[in-house]
Every structure is written in C-alpha cells, then in structure tokens.
C-alpha cells in the first residue's frame, strides 16, 4: 500500500468500530518525516485518544512524533465563525430576496438564525481547504466519521451550491420585481465567495493527489455498509484504490480460533470478489492497543511495510 503515502490528501473511513481512526493515525505516521497535518472531522472525535494525548480545535504538535501535527475539527464552532463574520452580508442578502416583504421583523430575525442545509459540513471542509492552500504541511490526513456521516458530507457541497442557486434566483427575482438592475454589491460577492468555495471543495476531493482508503471487516454488515461506501464515493468522483480488512483473527492452534478463521475467511473470499479491482490489505488482531507513537508506529508497519 506504499503508493497511497504518494498522495497530498488521504482520507480514511468505514463504518464505526473498524479502526479507521487507527489507520487514519497510523497513516500520518507513516508518512514521517514530512511535516504531516492528521485531521478528524468524526463529531465524536478519537484521535486524541489514538495518540494518547490532548487534541483539539487548535493545531497541536504531537508528542513523540517529529514533525506531526493534529487537529479535530468543530464544524460547530467554524460554522459560528462564519455566521458571525458574514452576518451583515447574510442580513443584505436575506433583505433583497423575493417575499421577504410579506415577512414580520420577528419572522426575518428567525429566519437569519435558522441553520444552512449542510452550511457546518461544508465550512469544516473548508477549513481544511483553506489549511491546505496556506502550505504549512507536505501531507494532510482526514479521519472521517462513520459511513452514513461521511456520505452525507461528501455530498454537502452538491446540497449548498442547490441552496446557493436558489439564493441566487430570489435575488434576481426581487431585483425585477424592483426594477433595480444595480451593480453587484456585498450580497452578490458573498454568494460568489460560497459558489467559489464548493467549486474548489469538489476539485479538492476529486483531484489525483487525494485518495480515500476505505476501512472495513469481515462482518457480514460491515461488508454490505462498505459497498455502499465505496459506490457513492465512486458516484462523487473520489479516487477508490485501496481497502484495509482490519481485525482479522490470528491463526492460533485452538478449535475457536479455527472456527473464528474459517468463518472469517469466507468473508474475506467475498470481499476480495466483491472489490476485485481494490489492491486489499488483510491486518491482524495486535496483542496490545495499537495506541500512542510507539505502538501506531508498528501498527503502520503492518500497512505500509
């Protein structure tokens, strides 16, 4: 799986409790000594717990670990940010949108505060975008959320340029209704600013430096939540090259390990039929937590040995 760590964007996902984290963590490891940015936008957040130490929404340089840095990002947080930094551009556009005269003042205000389909999704991509176009890191990594969370943000920038586009019309259709053919003003510059955003959003996931690793296991649920994963990311136009079967069970000389295997390896024959085209990377049970510098640093040995 060495060609993976050729990327300058490496997201990991799957379904929750495969180990994506791990391989997310461990991927950044590999990719030592070049300065590397490890990123979660997983609401839940664990690479803190991962790397056996405090992250948050700020960068922090990791312990032990030359040249690593990690952030989890709050989508709440920046999507706040955003709010607070654009509200008179949003009260201008909400002020000269079609029937926004048949609104109460009351009604307007609630208006304003209600949330942007998708709007906490985007501008946490969009805090990574921004991270990567001021070129302080050589590599990025992105632990994702789970399957259903990471499908829904992937799809997000569709979803508000739609919102976008509706937007758009309102004001357009005010300004005839008004008669007033004026020149672009802040309104119209912010729509742009967030049409520029998912423009650049869907060129990011899409480009050939970015590849998602899909994380998954010889589960028969698992199994069928990963072909949906891959699908969809294969619909958005995200690069699918590679696949980690993780947990497998070790060959040990016991009648339940036996039968554990035997078990296991019908899956594994299934998966590796299913997604014969993904170069499939089987990783063992380890004896201890593959948690902290020292212990990751093997688990990315396992990997990309």
Same mark, same amino acid.
């Given at each position: 799986?060495? %060609?993976?760590?050729? %990327?300058?964007?490496?997201?990991?996902?799957?379904k929750?409790?495969?180990?994506k984290?791990?391989?997310?963590?461990?991927t950044?490891?590999?990719?030592?000594?070049?300065?590397?940015?490890?990123?979660?936008?997983?609401?839940?957040?664990?690479?803190?717990?991962?790397?056996?130490?405090?992250?948050?929404?700020?960068?922090? #340089?990791?312990?032990?670990?030359?040249?690593?840095?990690?952030?989890?990002?709050?989508?709440?947080?920046?999507?706040q940010?955003?709010?607070q930094?654009?509200?008179?551009?949003?009260r201008?556009?909400?002020?000269?949108?079609?029937?926004?005269?048949?609104?109460?003042?009351?009604?307007?205000?609630?208006?304003?505060s209600?949330?942007?389909?998708?709007?906490?999704?985007?501008?946490?991509?969009?805090?990574?975008?921004?991270?990567?176009?001021?070129?302080?890191?050589?590599?990025?990594?992105?632990?994702?959320?789970?399957?259903?969370?990471?499908?829904?943000?992937?799809?997000?920038?569709?979803?508000?340029?739609?919102? %976008?586009?509706?937007?758009?019309?309102?004001?357009?259709?005010?300004?005839?209704?008004?008669?007033?053919?004026?020149?672009?003003?802040?309104?119209?510059?912010?729509?742009?600013?967030?049409?520029?955003?998912?423009?650049?959003l #869907?060129?990011?996931?899409?480009?050939?430096?970015?590849?998602?690793?899909v994380?998954?296991?010889?589960?028969?649920?698992?199994?069928?939540?990963?072909?949906?994963l891959?699908?969809?990311? #294969?619909?958005?136009?995200?690069?699918?090259?590679?696949?980690?079967?993780?947990?497998?069970?070790?060959?040990?000389?016991?009648?339940?390990?036996?039968?554990?295997?035997d078990?296991?390896?019908?899956?594994v024959?299934?998966?590796?039929?299913?997604f014969?085209?993904?170069?499939?990377?089987?990783?063992?049970?380890?004896?201890?937590?593959?948690?902290?510098?020292?212990?990751?640093?093997?688990?990315?040995?396992?990997?990309?040995?």
């Amino acid at each position: 799986m060495r %060609n993976v760590l050729d %990327n300058e964007l490496i997201l990991l996902g799957g379904k929750g409790g495969v180990g994506k984290t791990t391989c997310a963590a461990a991927t950044a490891i590999a990719l030592l000594p070049k300065k590397t940015l490890l990123v979660s936008t997983d609401p839940a957040h664990s690479i803190g717990d991962c790397l056996g130490q405090e992250i948050g929404d700020e960068i922090t #340089r990791v312990e032990q670990g030359e040249n690593l840095y990690a952030l989890e990002i709050s989508a709440d947080k920046t999507l706040q940010e955003f709010k607070q930094k654009y509200s008179s551009e949003m009260r201008r556009l909400l002020e000269t949108s079609a029937g926004i005269e048949h609104l109460t003042r009351g009604e307007r205000e609630k208006l304003l505060s209600l949330p942007v389909p998708g709007a906490d999704e985007v501008m946490g991509l969009r805090r990574l975008l921004d991270l990567m176009e001021e070129g302080n890191f050589e590599k990025y990594v992105l632990d994702t959320a789970p399957t259903g969370h990471t499908l829904r943000l992937l799809s997000m920038p569709d979803v508000f340029d739609e919102w %976008n586009n509706v937007l758009y019309k309102l004001r357009d259709k005010h300004r005839f209704h008004e008669r007033a053919f004026t020149k672009p003003d802040r309104a119209d510059q912010f729509l742009a600013s967030l049409k520029t955003s998912t423009t650049e959003l #869907r060129k990011l996931l899409r480009s050939q430096k970015t590849e998602f690793v899909v994380v998954t296991a010889a589960e028969r649920l698992v199994i069928e939540e990963t072909k949906d994963l891959v699908n969809q990311l #294969r619909s958005f136009g995200i690069c699918v090259r590679h696949l980690v079967i993780n947990k497998l069970f070790p060959d040990l000389n016991t009648d339940f390990s036996r039968i554990r295997r035997d078990q296991e390896q019908k899956l594994v024959e299934e998966i590796r039929t299913s997604f014969y085209e993904l170069q499939i990377m089987e990783v063992y049970l380890q004896p201890s937590e593959p948690r902290g510098t020292d212990n990751l640093r093997q688990f990315a040995s396992l990997l990309y040995s």
